[in-house]
Structures are given as C-alpha cells and as structure tokens.
C-alpha cells in the first residue's frame, strides 16, 4: 500500500522543498563576486603607464534570488570615468556607487582593493618593425627556405603611453612551431600582447610567408673577377682571372638565375693588407642563393707599378 504511495509522497517532499528554497531565497544576503574593471571616456592626451586589475571585488547586499541571478549572469561592471585617472589615486570605496549601476534592490557595501594607485603619461603613437621572436621548423629531407620568412604588414603603429613607447624598439608575433615542411606556409598569426592594458596596436594579427621548395645545388661557371678600387699607377695580375662557384637554392628560384646574376671582385685595399699572396675573392649572389663553394678557393697574384 505504502509502495503504491511512493509517487505522492516524493511530490510532496519536492513541493515543500521548492517552497523552503523560495522561502528562503527571498531573504536578505551578502556576497562577494569579482567585477569587471572598466575605464571610460578615456582621454585622448594621456595614457596608462601601469596596467589596473582587470577585476575588482565587490561586497554585495540583496536577497538571494538577486545574487544568484548576479552570479549567472555576471554583466556588472566598475566604470571608472578616464578623467578620475589624472589624480593618481582612486579611493573605490568613496565613489562606489557612482562607478557601478545596479539593478533595483542590490546594494554594493565596499570594494576591494581599496585604493587604485594610477600613473599615466602623455599619449604618443610609434610606428616600429614586427619581429618573429620564436619560429621553429624542420623540414623534409631536400626540401628547405628559398628565402627569409616573409610578415605582411611589416611592422605596426604602437598607441600608448611616452614613457612606455619611447623603450619599444620592435614589437613581437606569437612563436609558430612547424615540422616536416615541403609545402610553402601562409597562414594569419596574431601580435603577442606584451603589454596588456598599457600599449594598444592598430592591428591584430598579421600574414606569415615561409617560402619553401624542393632544393638543388648548381654550378655557376667563368665568372670574371674584377679588381676593385686600383689606383692608375699599380697593376695587380691574377693567376686565375675567373672562378666557378657551387650553389644552392630553390628548385624555381635557381631556374630564374643566368650567370650575369653573379659576380666576383677582389679590393685593392685587401691585397695590401694581405700577406700571404692568395686572396680569396668577393662573391656576389642573389639574396635566396646560399654559397656553397668556390673554385679555386683563392687566387695568387702579383703587383706591379
């Protein structure tokens, strides 16, 4: 009989319970949550030096339906107004209830911290270089770099404090690990934010180019060397008047490449600093061209007047 029952007396214990937590809901409490900190109206001739707390935590008074609401939803905010900052002190407390609007019933009893210590600057902007700090590849075997990777845009206007900006030479782009690469690499990477709160950039993020292809080693025959710089009085007569030289590169790249793209010369000024009577001559080669060997190594000579 009493088995036959259960249902009843289940409902009834969930009805009393629901009307207990109603009950009880409907009194008044305190509770500390974490509140987003806001500026506002930010001046346009001075900036942040020092970062404020991203939260501040407020001690609230209101029944219990209000603060579990507040809890969930969690849209409060501490505004402070950007003229405030150029005092350098915030007492929060003081202008506690100025800085924060809050539903009907909710009271804000105090705030910690305290007191915001602020220190700002006169505002400045500053274009400077982006720089990949941490790029780390391996590639497939005969496969490599055509060239240097390639940031578009190449560098990024900084907005922020003088004092701040005036120390900043260059500005980072998050580290990028790939492995096994025989394709080329586009992709868009973000700016790392260095400086949270206190250095804005007019950009997020930034095209990255790492240009790769399948490499070959080549070489570049009969190129002539030139003495450089010789005064018209001297001669200097050299035993080879060419050299050839072994190269490697991109498989593409090396076929856009005739031997008028390279050159070889030898300074007047380093044979009179030379003792030995062999100097080894100045190759010129594009700028994805790596210099693998030179033939001969270097070159015997003699001066004459």
């Known amino acids: 009989m009493l088995k036959g029952r259960s249902h009843i007396l289940v409902g009834s214990l969930l009805v009393a319970m629901a009307f207990w937590f109603s009950v009880t809901m409907s009194g008044s409490y305190r509770a500390s949550f974490d509140v987003l900190l806001d500026v506002s109206r930010m001046p346009e001739d001075i900036a942040l030096v020092s970062p404020l707390p991203e939260t501040v935590n407020v001690l609230f008074q209101a029944d219990g339906w209000q603060l579990l609401f507040m809890n969930a939803g969690k849209q409060l905010t501490f505004d402070i107004p950007g003229e405030r900052l150029r005092a ?31 220190k700002v600057d006169r505002f400045m902007e500053k274009s400077v270089p982006l720089r990949l ?9 005969g496969f490599g ?5 390639e940031v578009t845009p190449d560098s990024v206007v900084l907005r922020g404090a003088e004092s701040v900006l005036r120390e900043i030479e260059s500005w980072p782009i998050e580290s990028r690990s790939y492995e096994d690469l025989s394709l080329p690499v586009a992709e868009d990477v973000a700016l790392r934010d260095s400086l949270p709160g206190i250095v804005r950039t007019d950009i997020d993020n930034v095209s990255l180019f790492i240009p790769i292809e399948q490499l070959a080693d080549m070489w570049i025959r009969d190129i002539q060397v ?3 710089h010789l005064p018209d009085d001297r001669q ?3 035993e080879r008047q060419s050299i050839d030289i072994s190269v490697r590169g991109g498989v593409n790249v090396l076929s856009l490449y005739s031997s008028d793209d390279f050159s070889a010369e030898i300074d007047f000024e ?3 600093a030379d003792n030995s009577g062999s100097i080894v001559p100045t190759v010129h080669i594009p700028a994805d061209v790596k210099l693998l060997r030179i033939d001969p190594p270097s070159i015997r000579y003699s001066i004459r007047r």
């Open 133 to 141: 700090t941490e790029l780390r590849m391996t590639f497939k075997e």
């Open 226 to 228: 030139e003495v450089k």
């Open 88 to 118: 350098g002190v915030i007492h929060t407390n003081r202008a506690l209830n100025e800085m924060m609007q809050l539903p009907q019933g909710v009271t804000a009893l105090r705030v910690y911290p305290e007191t915001l210590f602020v």
């Open 145 to 149: 770099l055509v060239r240097e990777p």
């Open 236 to 238: 200097v007569l050299l």
């Open 270 to 272: 380093a044979i009179l």
